[in-house]
């Protein structure tokens, strides 16, 4: 049996085309009121709301829907807060003087994996490595593999079994690279590095057969593809544009992407835009306006 990922990107005709992105509840950061703050836009709404006073970004859902992690300096140190979408403070995951960030809650709940700059025992220089912890902030400790080398972070699959993340080689671009949740049996996916190509911000499928990311390979571009876990199979979806920080809808026929807005000639002004699977690759503004709105992230589904 196909994948619906699969279906959409192969079988033209067999599934629907996709007219408009899905009604679902959108998290996501802006600099609204000139400074980076957490919003949620609700399925049917037009206006977002602020979920927490002060600074943060990157936010990333818990896989029930009910609560989110995400990095601010509110307290002078860049780490990890997690919050409950009901009400209530955030809370401080991680404190440690080493910037701590881009962190991702594990779809079965238990762990979160984040980057951190952090220090271990007999080390001297400090580099960014990735790091897991308990939902509580508790058990943090570092993953048994090499440096990022880059200030990415890394994404889940569907399973929570493994882990897809971005680390520069031989000093030049990035390359994807796979991992078992325990840091074993390391593979890596791309290979770019002797032509500088980074390729960053992967994210599996709701299903787990595709990976979504950024590569710079076209010039003047930041291309949208599409490559299965095992390396195989890789594919431009959009070549045209910036497609940054690609995340999946809860039904795998959408990406969401950041880029540059869709009206006027300011390049620096950011935008939340869907890109369909099927058919024509065409970005569609979800939310914009003067100010940046990006990494962007639409509710799972239910567990």
Known sequence: MKSAALAVLTLAGCVAVPTAPPAADLLFSATRDGAAALYLLRAGQSEPEKLASGP?????????????????RRAGNLD?????????????????????YLAEWSPDGREIVFTSWRKEAG????????????????????????????????SWSPDS???VFSRQVDGKGAELFIVDRD????????????????????????????IAFYSDAGKGSAQLQLIRPDGSERRTLRAEGKNWYPRWSA?????????????????NNMDLLAVPLQG??????????P????????????R
């Open 161 to 163: 079994r493994r882990l």
């Open 80 to 100: 990890i807060y997690a919050m409950d979408l009901a009400g209530g403070e955030p809370r401080q995951l991680t404190n440690d003087p080493e910037p701590d």
């Open 251 to 267: 039904d795998g026929r959408w990406l969401l992407v950041t880029g540059p807005s869709l009206v006027g000639a300011d390049a």
């Open 280 to 289: 024509e690759p065409r970005p569609q503004l979800v939310i914009g306006g």
């Open 123 to 154: 080390e001297t220089e400090r580099a960014a490595h990735l790091y897991l912890m308990k939902p509580d902030g508790s058990e943090q400790r570092r993953l048994p593999i090499a440096s990022l080398k880059t200030s990415a972070g890394a």
């Open 291 to 302: 100010k940046r709105e990006q990494e962007g992230s639409w509710r799972p589904s239910p």
């Open 183 to 210: 840091g074993s049996n390391e593979r890596r996916l791309t290979q770019d590095s002797a032509q500088d190509i980074h390729n960053g911000s992967p994210s599996f499928s709701p299903d787990g057969q595709w």
């Open 56 to 72: 943060g970004n990157w936010p990333a859902w818990a896989p029930d829907g009910q609560r989110i992690v995400f990095q601010s």
